[in-house]
């Protein structure tokens, strides 16, 4: 007859028990295997994650480019520049750069100036309109050459000798340092609009422009791609053909854009998050203090920081010139009070309000050599 083994004396007899059914050594064995087991995956698969997010941010932060080139030309130059300011104020350019097969040349018709106050509880943002006429220095270029010294559109400053020669001309109209730059490239904006699923805009009338190859109907349209770039490159036949025209379409998207990151979770979901950061940083060309993901983030927090209406957009005080109908010249004393504004760490708006009750100035036009412009 067999051993009853679920009896005190057969579990008793192995020693593997006790009379209160308490589990065997094997069974404890087993359980202990089988625990360490379960943590040994969890943490084999934390780790893959741990390893995995930080490759992922070593990709992501690797994407951003240093724009060596530019430090070395701003460095020949150094004496000439305005000294920076004593305290936590930043002055960053935002320069959207975009090569057009057309002109064989690249542009930088997209042009910010960022103003983080020194107690980041102030932030401005300043657009350069292209069609600005100032003085541009005698710039190197990529092969060696220099440009000459001459007064031209501002745009073709980033043509002449790329964005050391657009800091360089901003700085010699304004007198505000230029502490940090970003440049963007259109190509790689086109990438970020793609990974959100595209941006939605809603036309009131049709749309042509055979200079950027836009051509759509009026309605709603679902941008993505190449039709996107066009979209904000956009000038010449739409709206009033003007620069500005172009500027407002380009804040407009900008805000829908981001209105969409916002609005459809991707900022809390990694899945869709990651393509988005991945596509944002292969498009980005930095200095050296702010070509990583963390000095970037310091950037964005201190915008995300800013209390209500604490930042602010304006342009750079214009008005159109009288010798050519889409050329501009700066509009006086609001341009002065503006730059000193920045200069002194002190709120734009607030000193352009005052400058438009000072009396009037005359405005005498520059001298302006034509070049040839083979992109209008």
Known sequence: M???????????ARGDGNAQGAPSRRARFRGRRTLRLVCAGLALLLGLAGVAGWLAYRKIDGNIRTDEATAAALAEHGVDRPARHPGRARNILLLGSDWREEAGSGRSDTVMLLHLAA??????VLSVPRDLRVDVPSCPRADGSHSRAQ??????AFQFGGAACTIRTLEKLT?????HHLIVDFQGFTRIVDAVGGVEVDLEKPEHDPNVGLDLDAGRHLLKGRTALSYVRARKYVGDGSDLNRISRQQDFVNRLVAKIRGNGTLSNPARL??????????????????????LYEVADSLRALPPGALTFTTFPHHQAQDHWYRLDLEQPEARRVFEAVRKDQPVLAALERARREPPEENPEPEYEPVHDVYE
């Open 2 to 12: 067999p051993k009853d083994e679920s009896t005190p004396r057969a579990a008793d």
């Open 274 to 295: 990651y393509p988005v950061l991945d596509a944002a940083t292969a498009a980005l060309t930095a200095d050296s203090g702010l070509d990583s993901l963390g000095e």
């Open 151 to 156: 007064n031209a559109q501002f745009n073709w």
């Open 119 to 124: 107690d980041r509880r102030r932030a401005e």
């Open 175 to 179: 007198g505000i340092r230029i502490d």
